[in-house]
């Protein structure tokens, strides 16, 4: 017979050990975002339905505004880790200025803060292309019993102690990692639960895809127009094969499965990328490393960068590590 998958549930149970400060806290966390996920993966899946049931700016039967979807995520994952005792803060890439969450008994006694992309690739909403979600989840550092600051949120990469993603795609899956690899679960949307359906997920060393928004190239560094140029030479296992969602999440899981590069360059246009820092980058490079694969501003390990502002943006290149390597060496050049 074959053997029962593993559903989300019995593996945080199963792995509570295994976490950093195994106090049940950050378990709890993962369970209101997997809860999350399964609401905005409902109202995604029937994103096309709005044009049909009312024009945007219609209000539905509760009487409630409808909202875009970004919005919508947002305030269903704020909404979710509010109502438990665990998150003191949540910084979204929807909002200007972090939240502060009090807790219940008003007396900021909840250790982790959380920052998220709540919708990510939006743009592809419209046209029935798969979007995602994106987590990074962090200790405070500022002490127990005062409100968050920003210093909470301005932390390292390297001090994370959880990141996922969930991607909203032809099955939705989410994938996470606490620092002891990354697993990767599938929703069964008949009975909405998650099956442990990729164990122990690792980036391939090489690869043979490079994603990057190539209508952008003329404005690109030189190193990175060279390499394009290498991706794109008839050499041994050249040419390399290009894609690109315009969904991060999307492009990073599919070369997370393949082996290959996702690249968001400065461009004279935008002179550190587009990618934001915080939402974006910190929790694909730990995702990414925890893999066996790489992330890179071009010269730095992307985790170990201070953050100076919530929504900073910075150069990004993640994917397989001698694709990043290899990146690193022709941006060298110059
Ligand atoms: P968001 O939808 O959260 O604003 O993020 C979109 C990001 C990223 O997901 C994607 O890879 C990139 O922007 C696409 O940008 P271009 O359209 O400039 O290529
Ligand atoms: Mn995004
Ligand atoms: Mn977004």
Sequence with gaps: MAKQ????????????????????ELSRLINSIRLAAKVVN???????????????????????????????????????????????GIASEENDDFIT?????????????VLMDPLDGSSNIDVNVSVGTIFSVYRRVTPLGTPVQLEDFLQPGHQQVAAGYIVYGTSTMLVYTTGCGVNGFTLNPALG????????????EDGRI?????????????????????????????????RYIGSLVSDFHRNMIKGGIYMYPPSSKAPNGKLRLLYECNPMAFIAEQAGGKASDGKRRVMD??????????????????????VEEFLARY
């Design 193 to 204: 639960s998650w099956y442990l359906s990729h164990p122990n997920m690792r980036y391939p």
């Design 42 to 88: 409902h109202e995604v899946n029937k994103a096309g339905l709005v044009d049909i049931t009312g024009p945007a700016g219609a209000t539905n039967v509760q009487g409630e505004d409808q909202q875009k979807l970004d919005v919508y995520a947002h305030e269903k994952f704020i909404q979710t880790l509010t109502n438990r005792e665990i998150v003191c």
């Design 210 to 242: 490079y994603s990057v928004n190539e209508g952008n190239y003329i404005h690109f560094p030189q190193g990175i127009k060279d390499y394009i140029k290498y991706c794109q030479e008839e050499e041994e296992d050249r040419p390399y094969t290009s």
């Design 101 to 113: 969450i009090k807790g219940s008994h008003g007396d900021h006694q909840n250790k982790y803060v």
């Design 5 to 24: 998958l593993q559903t989300l549930g019995e593996f945080i149970i199963e792995n509570q050990q295994a976490f950093p400060y195994s106090s049940g």
């Design 305 to 326: 960068i201070e953050p100076t502002e919530l929504h900073q943006r910075v150069p990004f290149y993640c994917g397989s590590k001698n694709m990043v390597d290899k």
